[in-house]
């Protein structure tokens, strides 16, 4: 039912899909692409705190409760999605018990992973932070390369670019990283 609703959509690297405070229009469900979700200090700064890729949907319990989104949503990898709008899904969440305990498992999986980022952000080195998100990356996308700067992974992990630099080299000299260098032409 769900997918008679939707439609495939391309998502591409740095679109932002949802802002922080603001009502959903629309749902994603990604089918590629994976977006991360950004929760914001007082003082503005973005830090990750969850990532959405083929097991989730963005914006499930704002559609559900009819309340402001409270992260910034922004595709990480480049892929497709089926976007359905918000009012849409909600009719069919209303009528559907196996859709509520679908929704509800991914709910609960969601609270888990934002809990799991916390404790990961407070008790963990960059470099463990770094090596996680590159798996949940990978697990997500299913792919081996992606493009990432220092500076995207620098906002990603709440750090400096050159300590994401630091963490980066440790884990390629562990062999758990390979780094492409692309070559620039003068």
């Known amino acids: 039912m769900l997918t008679s609703r939707s439609r495939k959509v391309?998502?591409?690297?740095?679109?932002?899909?949802?802002?922080?405070?603001q009502p959903v229009m629309n749902m994603y469900f990604p089918s590629t692409a994976v977006i991360s979700l950004f929760a914001a200090s007082s003082e503005g700064t973005l830090i990750e705190a969850a990532i959405v890729g083929s097991e989730?949907?963005?914006?499930?319990?704002?559609a559900i409760t009819g309340g402001?989104?409270?992260?910034?949503?922004?595709?990480?990898?480049?892929?497709?999605?089926?976007?359905?709008?918000?009012?849409?899904?909600?009719?069919?969440?209303?009528r559907d018990r196996a859709m509520q305990r679908r929704v509800n498992a991914y709910v609960n999986l969601l609270i888990v992973q934002l809990a799991q980022s916390a404790i990961c952000n407070n008790k963990h080195t960059?470099?463990?932070r770094l090596?996680?998100?590159?798996?949940?990356?990978?697990?997500?996308?299913?792919l081996v390369i992606f493009p990432m700067t220092h500076e995207l992974?620098?906002?990603?992990?709440?750090?400096?670019?050159?300590?994401?630099?630091?963490?980066?080299?440790?884990?390629?000299n562990a062999n758990s990283l390979r780094i492409?260098?692309?070559q620039y032409k003068s």
């Open 10 to 21: 391309g998502l591409e690297p740095g679109q932002v899909l949802e802002e922080c405070g």
């Open 56 to 62: 989730g949907a963005l914006g499930v319990p704002a």
């Open 68 to 94: 402001l989104f409270p992260f910034r949503a922004t595709v990480q990898i480049a892929g497709t999605a089926a976007q359905i709008s918000v009012k849409a899904f909600a009719s069919m969440f209303d």
């Open 126 to 128: 960059v470099e463990q």
């Open 131 to 142: 090596a996680r998100w590159l798996l949940a990356i990978r697990a997500r996308s299913g």
């Open 153 to 172: 992974l620098s906002n990603i992990l709440g750090t400096t670019r050159p300590v994401v630099t630091v963490a980066a080299r440790t884990l390629k």
């Open 180 to 182: 492409a260098e692309e």
